[in-house]
């Protein structure tokens, strides 16, 4: 066997084709190339390193036969296509068992390779004939399209497992965090509770609403935590219920109450209104925008200003929270959603994972989201959401 067979086996085997039942995909491009060919046979081949498997076909019941007696093999590693109008003036086929009349008595013939991404070669899409005939520019172009056509919904499925088995590994590494997490959080929450039922904390009443606050952030957090796995352990689906904007802001301003003091930041929230959606994952929305505005608000070390709007639409809700810090330049507006991607500064903490995870959140309850240029001068982050009073 050589390099270019293990290759190609490698390929096809990835595409998990061979014994398998014909897929209504394929069988339909074969259909239309026996369409637009005009001729009563098209079938896909797929050659290995010793037989031509016949995947999907019209005309005739898909089947194998050795690779030495398929005609495709003779020309299925060139790239583009072959027509052949009589195989029997071909001296590359004038001899094959599809022609003599051993198998069958084909005339007839063309074909286009099926060409990997990689640029492995792994058979064609051939359309034939016991007529003599011939192919019009127009009929050999769409040949050639269709077999591109049929290498695509190929890689699509190999995709579609690859990226199951991907979000099954997820699962898994969500479960594992899950539990990572919530180990130390249990414990916070446990030495939080030992420290507010202390006898000295009746002599403090300040640290002990100090303690209070942070035990029931602690509580937040996990829920949090646990939701937020749970949400990438489904895959995005979320859980719909009312949520009242108001509070969901009011508890994530509680969260970061401790970044609001250092910063001095001045934050004007408008009345917001209840929606249709998660609510937990409405607040990982909204403390992530939140906690942006913050880190970024702000020029020559003023104090940031903040403000919080929502404005209804036809549809639903525009939320937009802007802040007065440098903004994101309009080349820059797409790329700072992408994962691990930032904008401006780089002396602020995080990695770069908040706006990223907002557009999903957003895009999972039907929303949109995006930047614009801000009042108070910087950035306005903003969401559309569907529904809601």
Known sequence: MTIEDIARREAIAEYRLLGEAPEPDLQSL????????????????????????????????????????????????????????????????RRNPFVTGEIAAVRFYASSALITPAGVPIGTLCVFDD??????????????????????????????????????????????????????????????????????????PAAGRALERAE??????????????????????????????????????????????????????????????????????????????????GRGGAAPRIEVRAHPMASGWRIAVDDDGPGVPEADRDRVFELLERAGRGDVDGLGIGLSTCRRIVQAHGGRMGIDDAALGGASVWVLLPGGD
Do not use: W, Y
Request: overall charge negative; aromatic content about 2%; proline content about 4%.
């Open 216 to 297: 029931s952030a602690a509580d937040r957090m996990s829920a949090l935590v646990e939701d937020l796995l749970d949400f990438a352990r489904v895959g995005g689906s979320v859980r719909r219920g009312e949520v009242d904007l108001d509070a969901v802001v009011a508890d994530a301003l509680d969260d970061l109450d401790a970044a609001v003091a250092a910063s001095d930041a001045v934050i004007d929230v408008g009345p917001l209104p209840r929606i249709t959606g998660d609510a937990t994952l409405l607040r990982a929305l909204l403390q992530n925008l939140l906690s942006n505005a913050l880190k970024f608000g």
């Open 131 to 204: 007529e003599v005939g011939e192919l019009t520019p127009e009929a050999s172009r769409a040949l050639a399209l269709l077999a591109r056509q049929v290498v695509d919904v190929l890689e699509l499925r190999r995709i579609t497992r690859e990226l199951e088995r991907s979000n099954e590994q997820l699962a898994h590494f969500a479960g594992q965090v899950s539990h990572d997490l919530r180990t130390p959080l249990t414990a916070l929450v446990g030495f939080l509770e030992l420290a507010a039922s202390s006898p000295e904390m009746a002599a403090a």
């Open 30 to 93: 074969v259909e239309l190339a026996a369409a637009l060919c005009g001729v009563p046979t098209a079938v896909i081949n797929i050659i290995d390193d010793r037989k031509q498997h016949q995947v999907a076909a019209i005309g005739l019941d898909p089947s194998v036969c050795a690779r030495e007696d398929s005609m495709c093999a003779v020309v299925f590693r060139s790239p583009g296509h072959v027509v052949v109008p009589d195989a029997r003036d071909d001296e590359r086929f």
